[in-house]
């Protein structure tokens, strides 16, 4: 079985026109600033669901199970009712924090109520409509502190929640194209919060995305706590094979960060093949490929 551990549901009508000059990583980082005029409209069109690309794509590279989560823009309530169709190939993560279109760099920062407000949030997410855990997090929502010890308290009240069950969150790491938040993505800071909620999986998505600042943080953080974890997307064949001999096929899993963007890569380096080749590429034995490709999400997502 394999498992794709990070993908992001929903699309909107105006970026299919794009579909032509989206095709490579570059284009893709860069779409918003080369056309400004599809920025602004999708902001303001109904989300349209591709699941069924989401479909056709994991059927050709072999992908069981996806978990699926919203980008930004997207509901949670809007992925939770695609998931429900499709009980047996999606299994959903919420956003606890959601993706702004354009922060207001002059907008008040978050208040002590924030940390509370979210923490709702993800109470009604996963103990009334079913999710299975909390997916990448845009921590500069949740919180203005820069110290661990400040930040891991603001974390406190979503931790609490998701504790007695296990439950997953994302933390995203390495480049963002969302401004204001490339501090957060460096995670060394999550070591505290860690160290605070052993209980709670913590998934340092992209592992640092090729760099290695970036990729030493996210190494050191899961070295010293047993309860984080780091996926494939975005990372190097060097990188990920220093990883599994650091801390093992069952701390790492296999994840393409397929979206309404990233699905337009041509063939042969569309998302899912791209990733299947770092992984192979990586791998030295079955067992290896075997946790990486979904054992170790099986365990973390609670995938019977």
Known sequence: MIIDSHTHLGEFPAIEELADVMRTRNDIASWRTKYPEVFERIQKEEPSDNSAALLHAMDLNGIDIAVVQPTVGITNEFVSAIARRHPGRFVPLATATGWPWAPDPLAPLPDASVPEYVAGIVDRAVNELGFAGIGETNTQTLTSNVDPRLVAADFAPIMDVLAPRRLPIQLPTGWTQFPGNLHYQDPLWVDELAARHPGVPIILTKMGRSIQRYFD????????????????????????????????????????????????LSAPDDVHSTARRLVEAAVVSEEEAAGVFGRTARTVFAIH
């Open 217 to 264: 943080s996210c190494l050191t953080v899961a070295l010293r706590n047993r309860n984080v974890y780091l996926d494939v997307v975005g990372t190097s064949v060097d990188h990920l094979r220093t990883a599994l001999n650091a801390l093992g096929p069952d701390r790492i899993m296999f994840g393409t960060d397929w979206s309404y963007t990233w699905r337009y």
